[in-house]
């Protein structure tokens, strides 16, 4: 198990010695392009490139074709077909049906408390780990890993009993205060290694200044990792934002579920035909795919966080 | 890691109490420097006890136990139920299937996305410039954020006998009978393994990415000048330098593939005959369709104590590696 912690510790070297090679770049770097530049055969791997894009992307494209069309259009002219008019139906259809307003609103409302809740929980236990140096640092960080591997029905049947006993079955808060605690068990392992390479002279010149933990907390350390918070929220909200296992379970009335709860239970309805099942698919990825696009990067940044080298 | 702990907490309060807290000092130096902190673990360390320690506990409990849930009597069964399992092939079914969810999961997507990764950022990131592969990485990222419900129904549908756009298309190029996927035993595995695959590459592709974004660029400039070819820099070059990553990536997703469970549910939940079963799905069923609850937890028991032991024999072939590679230097 050493080497969870040998990870932390290295996080902080990739950041050395990369800027003292990209300097030396830009001298050959107009040379090397036009060296690059040249020949056919990159135009033949581009191609296959844009092959597997499009392999990766036909699924949505063939659904955002059928999920404009009607019932009739579609048995008639196949999945393939351009719609002929915007048939609009199949969205208000699922729309209506799944209450979706509702539903998006109980996706965000968890999702952002969760990512609020989960990065404060997680900033407190990793200031404790990594600039309070607790003993047994070693043993809590290991712990909090494997408590984010666990699956989660090695503990649902109790959680599921708990929430009934505490009058929080079928509701919101359940999910909130579990997740919370799942998202801050890895948001505490990566913010702990970030933390255990936290300058000392800053901490010891706050101290001088006679600052306590508590402000030191929110004056020093807090402003210094407030970007890699932004990540781990925005982590936790899209994490939280796909669970399905535990709401599944957790939720089980039509006003308190999420959207892929809602697209999911509308699955075994014999009613949903073809363009419906496509718009309902459409709609749900929406807000996803918006978030996608805002945070595109801090996303490519995020997946990486978590294999800090 | 030695140097640092020694000095973070002695040097951290060294100044601070000499300087303004003289009086305070006899009474501090008995105090180990890390105790002021602990109060800041305690909200972290309540809330998983509550939510994970202790119903995980409850879970092994649960599953020396015949209990039909709720308020019905629990009967206390010692390890009947572990031994059940051993006889029961719907269990053993289910960890076959977890091998080729890793198939689907981890082998496959790994090694896609590292010839992709390696060919958009050392091929056509160079000749067509850094957009066109953070473009093509963002597409191949796509499908992992998808709610994996979403993309069950989507392709759910895309599968589905009659009605769905393959079984459309293959009809409609003159292939009278094309197969049921989901609905058939020898292609619902098959069928759920390429969804999986289709779900899992971008991840890889991402990180491999940012990987190749710290090997230093004159290692490949130096192979090249010594006439080594794209294939030859990728085997002596790009694999070694990312192994690190790798196993990042085989670790975080082999475990995602044993946990495997919404993409099962919403695909075909464990069907034709237990053809797709896998182990989280039949705990599920277990706790809440059949309600046994104990042998669904004995269920659940039994996988976490794989997927512990899988984690830890990966970590401890990460750890050889690395010590190797030191040893070599």
Do not use: H
């Not at chain 1, 307003?101 to 997680?122: C, R």
């Amino acid at each position: 198990m050493s080497t969870v912690t040998t990870t932390p510790t290295a996080g902080g070297t990739p950041a050395e010695p990369a800027p003292s090679s990209g300097s030396r770049r830009p001298l050959r770097a107009t040379r090397q392009d036009e060296r690059y530049r040249r020949g056919v055969g990159r135009w033949f791997v581009l191609a296959a490139a844009i092959l597997v894009a499009l392999l990766m992307l036909s699924p949505f494209v063939i659904m955002v074709l059928n999920a404009f069309k009607s019932p009739a259009e579609y048995s008639q002219d196949g999945p393939l077909s351009i719609p002929k008019e915007l048939y609009l139906e199949g969205v208000q259809n699922f729309w209506t049906r799944t209450n979706f307003p509702q539903k998006l609103w109980n996706s965000v409302f968890i999702s952002a408390l969760v990512a609020v809740f989960g990065t404060l929980l997680s900033l407190l236990s990793a200031y404790a780990i990594g600039v309070g140096r607790i003993k047994g640092r070693l043993w809590i960080v290991t712990l909090f890993l494997v408590a984010n591997m666990l699956p989660q029905e090695a503990l649902i049947y109790p959680l599921f009993d708990m929430a009934q006993k505490v009058g929080l079955s079928n509701s919101q808060w359940s999910i909130i205060i579990i997740f919370t605690v799942i998202q801050a068990a890895f948001g505490t392992y990566l913010l702990a290694s970030v933390l255990g390479t936290f300058p000392p002279a800053l901490l010891e010149a706050a101290q001088l200044d006679g600052a306590g933990r508590w402000r030191i907390l929110w004056q020093v350390v807090y402003p210094i990792v407030k970007p890699t918070l932004g990540v781990l929220m925005i982590f936790f909200f899209i994490w939280t934002w796909n669970e399905f296992f535990i709401p599944l379970v957790m939720l089980t009335t039509n006003d308190t579920q999420t959207i892929p709860i809602a697209l999911a239970s509308l699955q075994g309805d014999r009613m949903m035909d073809a363009p419906t099942t496509n718009a309902g698919a459409l709609v749900s990825l929406i807000p996803a795919l918006i978030f996608f696009l805002i945070f595109q990067r801090t996303l490519t940044r995020g997946v990486t966080a978590g294999a800090v080298k | 890691m030695t140097t640092r702990t020694d000095t973070v907490p002695e040097a951290g309060p060294g100044p601070a109490r000499e300087a303004s807290r003289a009086t305070a000092a006899p009474r501090r130096r008995r105090r180990p420097a890390w105790l002021p902190y602990l109060p800041y673990l305690l909200p972290g360390a309540v809330a998983f006890v509550v939510v994970i320690g202790y119903p995980f506990v409850m879970n092994v409990y649960y599953s020396l136990f015949k209990w039909r849930g709720g308020m019905a009597p629990m009967r206390w069964y010692g390890l009947g139920n572990y031994a059940d399992l051993m006889n029961d092939s719907a269990f053993w079914t289910s960890f076959q299937n977890s091998i080729a969810m890793i198939l689907a999961m981890v082998v496959a997507p790994t090694l896609i996305g590292l010839v992709l990764a390696a060919v958009l950022f050392d091929y056509l990131g160079r000749r067509f410039g850094p957009r066109v592969a953070a473009f093509l990485r963002a597409t191949y990222y796509l499908p992992q954020i998808l709610p994996v419900a979403v993309a069950g129904v989507l392709w759910n549908w895309i599968l589905n006998a009659q009605t769905g756009a393959l079984n459309v298309i293959l009809r409609g190029i003159g292939i009278e009978n094309p197969p049921n996927w989901l609905g058939d035993t020898t292609t619902a595995l098959p069928s759920v393994m390429l969804v999986l695959i289709w779900v899992q590459i971008g991840y890889p592709v991402v990180i491999f990415m940012s990987a190749l974004q710290r090997v230093d660029p004159e290692l490949y400039e130096a192979a090249e000048l010594d006439g080594a070819g794209w294939w030859r820099r990728f085997r002596a070059i790009t694999i070694p330098q990312i192994r690190p990553e790798t196993f990042v990536v085989t670790l975080t997703c082999t475990v995602a593939a044993l946990k495997v469970f919404g993409p099962i549910y919403v695909l075909t939940r464990g069907g034709p005959e237990s053809s797709t079963l896998v182990p989280s799905y039949y705990s599920y069923l277990n706790f809440f369709d059949k309600s046994k609850v104990g042998y669904g937890a004995a269920v659940a028991t039994v996988l976490t104590l794989v997927i512990i032991v899988v984690a830890v024999v990966i970590l401890a072939l990460q750890s050889r590696a690395e010590r190797r590679e030191q040893e070599g230097r």
